[in-house]
């Protein structure tokens, strides 16, 4: 996840110096973003990309949007974020962004 559309293509560039495959280059998305795609040296996909609605803490942790969290998957996490959100506290992911 990035913040902005160069921080896409530096993710991307970086990753094909060091011996990524890329899979399709970064671009506006249909949804207002910005992402592209690379395989890692073992064939894994990846995406680089920025998402409207996303937002980060100063130490680069997301943020993730409210209307993401209500159609969470997983009914656990949905259950620890309403909890957290009657706290006053909002769902943030433990993976900081790295560049």
Known sequence: ?????????????????????????????????????????????????????????PDNRVILPIEWERTCLYKGAAAFNDAARRRGESWISRTPLLL
Do not use: I
Request: aromatic share 12%; charged share 25%.
């Open 1 to 57: 996840m990035c913040r902005t559309d160069k921080e896409v293509d530096a993710l991307m560039t970086k990753a094909l110096v060091a011996g990524a495959t890329l899979l399709k280059h970064a671009q506006k998305t249909s949804f207002g973003g910005y992402s592209g795609y690379f395989a890692d040296p073992d064939g894994h996909a990846w995406e680089a990309v920025r998402a409207p609605g996303f937002e980060f803490t």
